[in-house]
């Protein structure tokens, strides 16, 4: 089972709100209708809110991102599935997350989010370079601010 499936299905499952579960099974429908459209090799929250506001006036992109839990998480496993399967996309030779083998998935987990700390740590020094600073300056700078976090 792929990780959004199994995401969706738990929110559903476990909301009381009709709202949300009317707002997921909108987003979900969204997901489909762009991938199978052959969206751009990653689409976006944006994207999905669009076509829910044309289609039915909601919910909309802003209202998706005020939601980081579960309507935009929703939407960026979706992201990163659709672009482990397009063939253009960075993540063709990777396998998809199965949650079938719970210590697979567990440790690919792990080293994804290992991964996107290093990236943030990247992207922070270059910000630092290009506002002016040393290497040297910009990578303790980046370590300073990794500890107070």
């Known amino acids: 089972m792929r990780v959004s499936t199994s995401f969706y299905e738990t929110v559903v499952t476990n909301s009381e709100g009709v709202a949300r579960v009317k707002s997921m ?21 944006a994207d999905v809110g669009r076509y829910c506001e044309q289609r039915w006036g ?11 839990v579960v309507l935009a998480r929703y939407i ?27 210590s697979k998935a567990q440790e690919q987990y792990l080293l994804a989010l290992g991964e996107i700390e290093r990236l943030e740590r990247d992207i922070a020094r270059y910000r630092a370079r290009m506002d002016g600073y040393r290497e040297d300056v910009a990578q303790e700078l980046v370590e300073i601010s990794r500890k107070q976090c």
């Open 58 to 68: 909601g919910p909309k992109a802003q209202s998706i991102r005020n939601s980081p």
């Open 25 to 45: 099974q909108r987003i979900r429908t969204a997901c489909d209708s762009l991938e199978k459209k052959g969206a751009p090799a990653q689409y976006t929250i």
């Open 76 to 102: 960026r496993l979706r992201i990163a599935e659709y672009m482990l399967a397009h063939p253009e996309g960075p993540g063709r030779d990777m396998e998809p997350l199965d949650l079938a083998d719970g």
